[in-house]
Structure formats: structure tokens, C-alpha cells
């Protein structure tokens, strides 16, 4: 495998269940991040880890509980999501998390959430 | 307040014809510009980066910067039906770790 991978590719979840997203990255990167993409919305940064650290979290509800058990893995925590959460969840590796000409991001293919 | 701004078209242009694709940035700090490639219901690819004040050409794709109007732009010459997709900005946040931030982006339609 090579690039970012990310499972499941969709996923439908009802408010009161609990699932997780997955990702892995194959580059050996040392910084991951999770994004959310909603139609006519621009993407928006969720969670960012350095070498398995987390270093920025944009006021995202608790209900997302990211977990980086080591610097290829990343996952994502869904409890108790509302109808408004369903969106395209997209998770990204880089080199570090400077984004200079050494560092752009790579994005896995995403999941397709849709909460019910 | 952090905002990258981005026509969201949609932009129709023939083939072979010249696509310009607009942005314009508020963080005067910003060193790093980025424009992702988006096919319908697919992740974002990176197509050019520029760091530099002025024109950066990889192919058919131009990338040009103007820091002092803090405005990126990404033309594409010779466009093609296979260049039809979303094309977001993303500029990097000064002081913020990780933090690129996105415009909405332009979806471009390629006529035959």
C-alpha cells in the first residue's frame, strides 16, 4: 500500500452509536490531521498531530475524539453525532507541519459519514 | 480573522482555452500557497506550490503570486475536458502550527 488509506470509505451511523475512522499513512511522515469537508464549505482543520502529539485543535466538538497511537496512524472517534456532522471526513499526512516547499499536505481518499 | 477567498464559479472555458483561477488571501504573513485539484466525490491532490513573489510554471500550469496584493493566481493553458474539477487555494496561517487554511474553491467545467 502506498500513499494515505483511510476506512471505511462510507460509513452511516445513527445518533446514539459509536464508530471510528481509520487512517494509515505509508509516506513516513511525522505530522497527521484530520479535515471535514461540507458541501459549499471550505475544508475545515480539525485536529492536527506531530509525531504523535497533538499540537491544534479548532474548537471541534467533543463528541470527535481523535487518537494517534504512533506517527502512521491516526484514528477518529464518533459518539453521539448529530444529522449535521454527516460530511466527507478526510484525514492528511505531511512531512511536518511547517507546509514550507518540503511539507505538502497528502490526503487520504476520505469517509463518507452520513449521520441519521 | 483568518479567510482565503476564492470565486466559486461555476467557470466555463473551451478546450484549448486559457482557465484563470482567482485568490485572494488576509493573513499578510503568509509564506506558503498551495492549489489542490478536486474531481467530484474524490480527496484533494496537490497540482503547485509557490513560495516566491512571481510566475512558477510546471507544465501546462502557471502558479503566480503577488504578496504585496496578497493575491495567487493558477492558470491553466491548453485546458482540457480532463481539467474539469474543483481547484481550492490553501495558504498556510503564520503562528499556527499545521494550520492551512482552504478556500471554497472554483469548480472549472471544461467545454469539448
Not at chain 2, 507544465?59 to 504578496?67: D, M, V
Request: proline letters at 5%; aromatic letters at 10%; glycine letters at 6%.
Amino acid at each position: 500500500e502506498t500513499g494515505v488509506t483511510q476506512t471505511p470509505r462510507h460509513l452511516v451511523m445513527g445518533m446514539t452509536n459509536k464508530k471510528s475512522l481509520k487512517c494509515e499513512q505509508h509516506l513516513g511522515h511525522n505530522a497527521m490531521y484530520w479535515y471535514k469537508q461540507s458541501a459549499k464549505k471550505p475544508l475545515e482543520l480539525m485536529f492536527v498531530y506531530s509525531l504523535e502529539e497533538r499540537v491544534e485543535n479548532n474548537s471541534v466538538p467533543s463528541r470527535f475524539s481523535p487518537e494517534c497511537p504512533n506517527s502512521s496512524h491516526l484514528f477518529l472517534h464518533l459518539h453521539t453525532l448529530q444529522p449535521e456532522d454527516s460530511a466527507l471526513y478526510l484525514c492528511a499526512s505531511s512531512q511536518d507541519v511547517r507546509h514550507d516547499y518540503n511539507s505538502p499536505l497528502h490526503f487520504g481518499n476520505g469517509t463518507r459519514l452520513t449521520v441519521t | 480573522q483568518k479567510e482565503v477567498e476564492q470565486n466559486s464559479g461555476p467557470l466555463s472555458v473551451p478546450e484549448g482555452a486559457i482557465a484563470s483561477l482567482n485568490c485572494t488571501y488576509s493573513d499578510r504573513g503568509s509564506q506558503s500557497f498551495f492549489w489542490y485539484r478536486q474531481y467530484s466525490g474524490k480527496s484533494p491532490e496537490l497540482i503547485m506550490s509557490i513560495y516566491s513573489n512571481g510566475d512558477k510554471e510546471d507544465g501546462r500550469f502557471t502558479a503566480q503570486l503577488n504578496k504585496a496584493s496578497q493575491y495567487v493566481s493558477l492558470l491553466i493553458r491548453d485546458s482540457q475536458p480532463s481539467d474539469s474539477a474543483t481547484y481550492l487555494c490553501a495558504v498556510n496561517w503564520r503562528g499556527s502550527q499545521g494550520n492551512l487554511i482552504f478556500g471554497k474553491g472554483t469548480k472549472l467545467s471544461v467545454k469539448p
